[in-house]
């Protein structure tokens, strides 16, 4: 399924189609503590590709660099690391699974976090995967580039046995970076693309219910979806944080206390702090975010 260009310029045009429920109140992101992730031994400047905040409080991050993912406490003390070639994104399954996107081997590694990371399985994917997110226990969703075929975006649903249950291609070039999120509720999938400084909101069908795009949002990298269904994405380039009504409409742009080139950005369980890493810090510090 691919939606073609003209296509997406005459939604870009129209009212929002999403009918997600809001209360009309927003939420201000408030930078709540800056932390310095330590014990984590490197060669390297640590470069955190990925990050989920598990249901325990730990948080696992995927250093591309240095070909690691890290795991840390709910104190963020270093428990952790486990090597993997090119780890990107990460997503929280069930249980005390998360799933590992391995972007240039095309692969996803599922890990179990507990005190320590051990590797359960792994599975191939026919393209270049970035982002990953999970729908449910047995369901991800992973986004990406055709790199074989045409080059476009796409997006695809497969269980975590592998078989894919759904592709959409967006007739959009791709080779750059994307990120994915899905709200609470399941039935609303979140994109960025890098390249095309551009979001996208599609439902599970691939209906697309809103494209977001905005000249003061550069280099669209994490993204994430709170409790109430508002979408925030980290502008790398921009230096700033977009809020988003769950129509897609801007509620603001967040540029206070927000770190140099932010760069993944993952909600707590609870969908009321995020946790945000960057590219600008060679202190591995990262900036946690209450919602008020």
């Known amino acids: ?11 870009q045009t129209k009212i929002k189609v999403d009918t997600l429920s809001w209360d009309g109140i927003f939420r201000t992101p408030t930078l709540d503590s800056v932390v310095a992730l330590k014990g984590h031994s490197t060669g390297f400047t ?19 660099v240095n070909d690691k993912c890290c795991l840390y406490s709910p104190e963020y003390t270093h428990l ?14 069930g249980g005390d699974e998360v799933a590992v996107t391995l972007r240039s081997e095309k692969k ?13 399985r792994s599975l191939t994917t026919q393209y270049y995967c970035d982002g990953i997110a999970a729908v449910s226990e047995n369901r991800l969703v992973i986004s990406g580039y055709n790199d074989s075929g045409n080059k476009n975006y796409y997006w695809s649903i497969l269980t975590t046995q592998g078989k894919e249950e759904f ?34 909101c599609f439902g599970l069908d691939g209906q697309l219910h809103f494209v977001y795009k905005s000249e003061k949002l550069i280099g669209p990298m994490g993204i994430g979806v709170d409790r109430d269904n508002y979408v925030y994405v ?24 927000i770190p140099d080139k932010p760069w993944t950005l993952t909600f707590n369980t609870s969908g009321n702090r995020f946790f945000l890493t960057n590219r600008g810090d060679t202190s591995h510090r990262c900036h946690i975010y209450v919602l008020k």
């Open 108 to 120: 996803i590694q599922f890990l179990t976090c507990t005190a320590t990371i051990t590797p359960t």
């Open 234 to 257: 980290a502008g790398f380039a921009s230096n700033n944080i977009h809020q988003l009504l769950p129509d897609g409409n801007l509620i603001q742009i967040i540029t206070t206390g």
């Open 167 to 200: 592709y959409h291609e967006i007739d959009q070039k791709g080779g750059s970076y994307t990120y994915l999120a899905v709200n609470e509720s399941k039935t609303r999938l979140y994109m960025s693309c890098y390249d095309t400084n551009t979001v996208y």
């Open 46 to 64: 640590p470069s955190y590709r990925g990050s989920v905040w598990l249901p325990n409080g730990s948080i696992l991050l995927s250093d591309y």
């Open 1 to 11: 399924m691919s939606l073609a260009a003209d296509q997406l310029a005459t939604v």
């Open 80 to 93: 952790a690391d486990y090597t993997l070639k090119d780890p990107w994104d990460v997503c929280f399954v």
